[in-house]
């Protein structure tokens, strides 16, 4: 058994924005729904709800986080669930999804965690309401890993992805369903 695996702290610049201010200056309201990358060194999952009430809010800031792998074709799809605040919701992403020059890979060497970095956005305002830092586990933090560099590694076609989108969302009745047949479902550090 291994020790507590701590991370070495990433710049202040690149923390993004913090608690009460502006998600991006370029936009103060939002779709409600989530976005996932991997940038900084982080996988990150951006949520983007309308109105989230102060339950939500400490929630996302302590309750249990559990997250899951799918692969189908080139969409992958990141689950997600906190314990008392979400049920299982899925995201769909692919790498070439994400504008070349942000565009980056997880890094993480066989048997390290990787980080997971959870931001609560305000849809109706923009403001970020709550951060969270956890740790992925090992084999998830290495599904994520080889998941992406697969997808980097294959030409993107926007017609096969959102295909395969379809065919996963017309597969599974809900998130729920897609979580019992994921790949990988893990519970997080922190």
């Known amino acids: 058994m291994s020790g507590l695996h701590t991370f070495q702290r990433p710049d202040v610049a690149k923390l993004g924005p913090q608690v009460g201010e502006v998600y991006s200056a370029e936009h103060n309201r939002y779709d409600e729904g989530a976005r996932y990358s991997y940038r900084d060194q982080a996988h990150d999952l951006v949520l983007f709800w309308a109105g989230p009430i102060q339950a939500e809010i400490e929630g996302l800031r302590g309750q249990a986080v559990e ?8 969409a992958a799809f990141l689950l997600y669930k ?6 299982w919701s899925d995201l769909a992403f692919n790498v070439h999804l994400v504008p ?18 959870i931001t609560l956005v305000n849809a109706d305002d923009g403001i970020v309401m709550a951060k969270r830092l956890v740790s992925l586990d090992k084999v998830m933090t290495q599904a994520l890993r080889q998941a992406m560099r697969d997808q980097a590694a294959q ?3 926007r017609l096969l992805y959102d295909a395969a989108v379809q065919e996963v969302h017309a597969r599974f009745q ?7 047949a994921a790949e990988v479902v893990e519970a997080t550090l922190g």
């Open 155 to 157: 030409p993107f076609n």
């Open 174 to 180: 809900d998130s729920d369903a897609m979580a019992l």
């Open 67 to 74: 997250v899951g792998l799918f692969n189908h074709g080139p």
């Open 100 to 117: 070349e020059a942000e565009r980056q890979l997880p890094a993480e060497p066989a048997g390290e965690r990787g980080r997971l970095r």
């Open 82 to 87: 906190i314990q008392n605040v979400c049920e």
